[in-house]
């Protein structure tokens, strides 16, 4: 039953698995879906969807299975095989909320036929399925579909137009994202290790057994330090004109990355459109709070993961010449290129994050500068995925 | 299969239709319940809910950064068994006297059904949810040191809370119910104080809803006040006998409501330049949220 919703769920990209299908199935044979819509959607949702950042793209997949069920023979059959199940379960609520003695299947089945006939020619090609009118004959009146406004009485949104709403559209994890997410993320970048300061205060059970054995029984408990995280981090941060309308989710990612108190050591350097010979202390680029980026290589060991953000867009002239600079006070000997290969060279772990989606790179103004730089760094957009990609590459050797 | 009393809103707790459903089947399939959302939605609240409306017992689960899978099911004592050893006179040969049971096992053991509550359980390591998989899926654990296999009497009802600051691990996800509490509108949220406030003024609630709902529409805030911060302010607001014309243009007790200085800061300047009044009448039509 529903066999093609499973697949459209999947499709749309909803990690449902076999055991949480199964667990539908029972849950429709106990009659927990009542017989309507909005009691599947729910069920449904419970059931086979375990985050809410998937409850967006489960409205969309519910949308396109339900919005053009047509009132056929089959389907008003598949329904009453259905309400056939739920009877049980449907009576108590029935009668625990509504008066609507006595009634029985004979009944439902036509009650449900009228409906659907009525739906017909209401909708004219039947759009929308039964309960999309929010007002179920089948004493289902609490479980009307505005019921995703927590509480509200409203009769008048069905489950499927309010997965049409596409409400929970913020929480999935291909949006961009904000600093906690960010933090979550980042907090993904460990390596731990012994040897730093700090109280010994977790108990080492092998060196335990050893002293205790040496002390013939007597307990000598043997304490050591936890370990910690010994990865530090390098930003480095395009700040020119062309990332203005993404400087608030950069500036969310640099405020999660100086949050994130795990790292051994953060630094944050900014640049403008492409690095050259100097690296900018603050985002307004200025000469006066900037270093020779050739200091930043000497002083910074290779072990730092170098994460660079920035739209990599900028004109090919700018990347591939030399005096291509953007900034004309600054005359670059070598072109951005080079600089990029040389940090490239030097970070053994270094991964470019672009605010920009993935899917408009190859469309996008800065195509050929996308390109090339893709080249020389693994790119990744800046979304949660994206960012938990770009992770596993900090994390291992390239 | 025996039909359980299904779940509803108590005195002091409202629950939505989806919640409401969320939970009976649930309870229903036998499966946890695993719910999520902002916080101060009443995340941990629910479990204490649902055992007064099902009239069990609340067993409280608390899990921390440090909290292993292994201390829900039972702690072997074996450093005390060590020293009565070497100075007791007690017989150290009975080893069960130093197993002692965690909640989880609590539950099992119970003779009555009773609801359990997991709560935070993404504050622990990676790993923890899987260690308890066979647990709530089974219902029974093994105690190698006295040879015992503990079996759930009655299987109890499990409810189980995440901040999200932890991914949970698919195998484990794949075994729950899940559910996310939006952040209610205003008009369920007007609901959820008069419970807690029945003799409210009219006009104090509505002022206050639509301060809060402003505060919460002001962009930029690093902490939204969520509803256990309104029930604070309605409650200051009570003792502090603020008039209702007050609340919108200067909101008194901002400290409540607001637990960052930068969020203070910046609701301050709003306010300055006069932004809750322009947006007042808007918020007082608006429908939803």
Same mark, same amino acid.
């Given at each position: 039953?529903?066999?093609?919703?499973?697949?459209?769920?999947?499709?749309?990209?909803?990690?449902?698995?076999?055991?949480?299908?199964?667990?539908?199935?029972?849950?429709?044979?106990?009659?927990?879906?009542?017989?309507?819509?909005?009691?599947?959607?729910?069920?449904?949702?419970?059931?086979?969807?375990?985050?809410?950042?998937?409850?967006?793209?489960?409205?969309?997949?519910?949308?396109?299975?339900?919005?053009?069920?047509?009132?056929?023979?089959?389907?008003?059959?598949?329904?009453?095989?259905?309400?056939?199940?739920?009877?049980?379960?449907?009576?108590?609520?029935?009668?625990?909320?509504?008066?609507?003695?006595?009634?029985?299947?004979?009944?439902?089945?036509?009650?449900?036929?009228?409906?659907?006939?009525?739906?017909?020619?209401?909708?004219?090609?039947?759009?929308?399925?039964?309960?999309?009118?929010?007002?179920?004959?089948?004493?289902?009146?609490?479980?009307?579909?505005?019921?995703?406004?927590?509480?509200?009485?409203?009769?008048?949104?069905?489950?499927?137009?309010?997965?049409?709403?596409?409400?929970?559209?913020?929480?999935?994890?291909?949006?961009?994202?904000?600093?906690?997410?960010?933090?979550?993320?980042?907090?993904?970048?460990?390596?731990?290790?012994?040897?730093?300061?700090?109280?010994?205060? %977790? &108990?080492?059970?092998? !060196?335990?057994?050893?002293?205790?054995?040496?002390?013939?029984?007597?307990?000598? @408990? #043997? +304490?050591?330090?936890?370990?910690?995280?010994?990865?530090?981090?390098?930003?480095?941060?395009?700040?020119?004109?062309?990332?203005?309308?993404?400087?608030?989710?950069?500036?969310?990612?640099?405020?999660?990355?100086?949050?994130?108190?795990?790292?051994?050591?953060?630094?944050?350097?900014?640049?403008?459109?492409?690095?050259?010979?100097?690296?900018?202390?603050?985002?307004?680029?200025?000469?006066?709070?900037?270093?020779?980026?050739?200091?930043?290589?000497?002083?910074?060991?290779?072990?730092?993961?170098?994460?660079?953000?920035?739209?990599?867009?900028?004109?090919?002239? %700018? &990347?591939?010449?030399? !005096?291509?600079?953007?900034?004309?006070?600054?005359?670059?000997?070598?072109?951005? @290129? #080079? +600089?990029?290969?040389?940090?490239?060279?030097?970070?053994?772990?270094?991964?470019?994050?672009?605010?920009?989606?993935?899917?408009?790179?190859?469309?996008?103004?800065?195509?050929?500068?996308?390109?090339?730089?893709?080249?020389?760094?693994?790119?990744?957009?800046?979304?949660?995925?994206?960012?938990?990609?770009?992770?596993?590459?900090?994390?291992?050797?390239? | 299969?025996?039909?359980?009393?299904?779940?509803?809103?108590?005195?002091?707790?409202?629950?939505?239709?989806?919640?409401?459903?969320?939970?009976?089947?649930?309870?229903?399939?036998?499966?946890?319940?695993?719910?999520?959302?902002?916080?101060?939605?009443?995340?941990?609240?629910?479990?204490?809910?649902?055992?007064?409306?099902?009239?069990?017992?609340?067993?409280?689960?608390?899990?921390?950064?440090?909290?292993?899978?292994?201390?829900?099911?039972?702690?072997?004592?074996?450093?005390?068994?060590?020293?009565?050893?070497?100075?007791?006179?007690?017989?150290?040969?009975?080893?069960?006297?130093?197993?002692?049971?965690?909640?989880?096992?609590?539950?099992?053991?119970?003779?009555?059904?009773?609801?359990?509550?997991?709560?935070?359980?993404?504050?622990?390591?990676?790993?923890?949810?899987?260690?308890?998989?066979?647990?709530?899926?089974?219902?029974?654990?093994?105690?190698?040191?006295?040879?015992?296999?503990?079996?759930?009497?009655?299987?109890?009802?499990?409810?189980?809370?995440?901040?999200?600051?932890?991914?949970?691990?698919?195998?484990?996800?794949?075994?729950?119910?899940?559910?996310?509490?939006?952040?209610?509108?205003?008009?369920?949220?007007?609901?959820?104080?008069?419970?807690?406030?029945?003799?409210?003024?009219?006009?104090?609630?509505?002022?206050?809803?639509?301060?809060?709902?402003?505060?919460?529409?002001?962009?930029?805030?690093?902490?939204?006040?969520?509803?256990?911060?309104?029930?604070?302010?309605?409650?200051?607001?009570?003792?502090?006998?603020?008039?209702?014309?007050?609340?919108?243009?200067?909101?008194?007790?901002?400290?409540?409501?607001?637990?960052?200085?930068?969020?203070?800061?910046?609701?301050?300047?709003?306010?300055?330049?006069?932004?809750?009044?322009?947006?007042?009448?808007?918020?007082?039509?608006?429908?939803?949220?």
């Amino acid at each position: 039953m529903f066999t093609g919703f499973f697949n459209t769920l999947r499709n749309e990209g909803v990690p449902v698995s076999l055991t949480e299908w199964m667990t539908m199935m029972e849950a429709l044979n106990k009659g927990l879906a009542g017989a309507s819509l909005n009691g599947f959607y729910y069920l449904a949702r419970a059931v086979l969807v375990k985050s809410e950042t998937y409850y967006d793209r489960f409205d969309m997949a519910f949308f396109r299975y339900f919005q053009n069920v047509e009132t056929s023979p089959e389907l008003a059959e598949r329904v009453l095989k259905w309400l056939e199940k739920s009877l049980p379960p449907l009576q108590v609520d029935a009668r625990q909320r509504q008066p609507f003695a006595p009634w029985d299947l004979e009944e439902m089945r036509k009650a449900l036929e009228e409906r659907l006939a009525q739906q017909k020619e209401e909708h004219h090609g039947g759009g929308h399925w039964i309960g999309t009118g929010g007002t179920s004959p089948f004493g289902h009146s609490g479980y009307h579909p505005a019921g995703l406004r927590i509480g509200g009485e409203s009769v008048n949104r069905s489950a499927v137009k309010v997965a049409a709403q596409r409400r929970y559209r913020d929480f999935r994890t291909d949006e961009t994202l904000s600093t906690r997410q960010f933090e979550v993320a980042l907090r993904k970048l460990r390596e731990l290790s012994h040897n730093m300061e700090g109280p010994r205060d %977790e &108990l080492d059970l092998e !060196g335990t057994i050893d002293a205790t054995c040496q002390k013939a029984g007597q307990l000598e @408990l #043997v +304490w050591e330090r936890p370990k910690k995280n010994i990865i530090k981090l390098v930003l480095m941060m395009d700040s020119g004109g062309s990332m203005n309308p993404y400087s608030s989710l950069c500036s969310r990612l640099f405020n999660a990355a100086g949050k994130v108190s795990h790292f051994k050591d953060t630094r944050f350097y900014y640049f403008h459109n492409c690095i050259y010979q100097r690296l900018y202390l603050d985002p307004s680029c200025r000469e006066d709070a900037s270093v020779p980026t050739a200091e930043v290589l000497n002083n910074l060991s290779q072990d730092y993961r170098l994460i660079l953000v920035g739209d990599a867009s900028m004109s090919t002239g %700018e &990347l591939m010449m030399t !005096g291509g600079t953007i900034s004309w006070k600054d005359y670059n000997e070598e072109p951005g @290129l #080079v +600089w990029l290969q040389r940090l490239a060279a030097h970070f053994k772990h270094a991964a470019w994050l672009n605010p920009i989606p993935n899917s408009y790179w190859p469309a996008t103004l800065g195509y050929e500068t996308i390109k090339i730089i893709s080249r020389v760094f693994p790119m990744f957009e800046l979304t949660i995925d994206g960012l938990e990609q770009s992770m596993k590459v900090l994390k291992a050797r390239r | 299969m025996e039909r359980m009393p299904a779940f509803d809103s108590t005195a002091d707790y409202l629950v939505s239709n989806e919640l409401r459903n969320a939970v009976n089947i649930s309870v229903a399939l036998g499966r946890p319940l695993l719910i999520k959302g902002e916080p101060g939605t009443g995340k941990t609240m629910l479990a204490k809910a649902i055992a007064d409306s099902l009239g069990l017992s609340l067993i409280i689960w608390n899990i921390k950064s440090t909290t292993k899978a292994q201390e829900g099911l039972y702690v072997y004592d074996t450093v005390q068994r060590l020293y009565d050893s070497q100075f007791g006179d007690q017989d150290v040969s009975e080893i069960k006297q130093y197993i002692k049971l965690g909640k989880l096992g609590e539950a099992f053991v119970s003779d009555e059904q009773l609801v359990l509550l997991i709560d935070e359980i993404d504050k622990a390591d990676l790993e923890f949810p899987n260690d308890l998989l066979w647990e709530l899926d089974i219902m029974n654990f093994y105690i190698p040191e006295t040879k015992e296999t503990i079996q759930a009497r009655q299987r109890p009802a499990v409810v189980i809370t995440s901040n999200a600051e932890k991914e949970l691990p698919d195998a484990f996800l794949r075994r729950c119910i899940f559910h996310y509490i939006d952040f209610p509108d205003e008009e369920m949220m007007a609901r959820i104080v008069r419970v807690h406030f029945p003799d409210l003024e009219k006009a104090l609630l509505e002022e206050a809803l639509a301060a809060f709902y402003w505060l919460r529409s002001v962009n930029g805030l690093q902490k939204k006040p969520s509803t256990s911060e309104l029930l604070d302010w309605t409650q200051a607001l009570v003792v502090g006998g603020i008039s209702y014309q007050r609340i919108c243009a200067e909101i008194p007790f901002l400290g409540v409501l607001l637990k960052k200085n930068q969020d203070f800061e910046l609701v301050l300047r709003r306010l300055q330049s006069g932004g809750l009044q322009q947006k007042a009448t808007s918020i007082h039509t608006r429908r939803g949220y």
